[in-house]
């Protein structure tokens, strides 16, 4: 019972990031949204199987240091990935409004 609990509250606590994931990679690749709700939603399920049972195995090492030594490695990775999507989303909505902004102003003058 335990377990079910704790699972629960571990998805539970990551579905605003997943649904802000989504959102956001929906709006870089809004050809292929199917596909890449699908990639994301892989990814997710497959992270959620595999990390339990590798850090499961970095612990029989006996040495837990390694895990929160693999959880900085990733977290950083995270934080270095959502720099980059976010400088290029920023870099698309600007253009995007540049754009608008530059078709008002010929509708203005014609």
Do not use: H
Not at 22 to 32: D, S
Not at 44 to 52: E, I, N, S, T, Y
Not at 72 to 99: E, P
């Amino acid at each position: 019972m335990n377990r079910i609990a704790v699972s629960f509250f571990i998805g539970f606590s990551t579905a605003g990031i997943f649904q802000l994931a989504i959102t956001t990679i929906t709006e870089l690749f809004w050809i292929k949204k199917g596909t890449v709700t699908g990639i994301l939603a892989t990814a997710g399920g497959l992270a959620a199987v595999l990390m339990p049972l590798l850090t499961g195995f970095m612990s029989k090492t006996g040495n837990i240091s390694y895990i929160f030594i693999f959880t900085a490695f990733l977290s950083i990775n995270g934080v270095v990935c959502a720099l980059y999507v976010f400088k290029r989303y920023r870099t698309l909505v600007d253009g995007q409004r540049l754009l608008k902004n530059k078709e008002a102003m010929i509708k203005k003058v014609t």
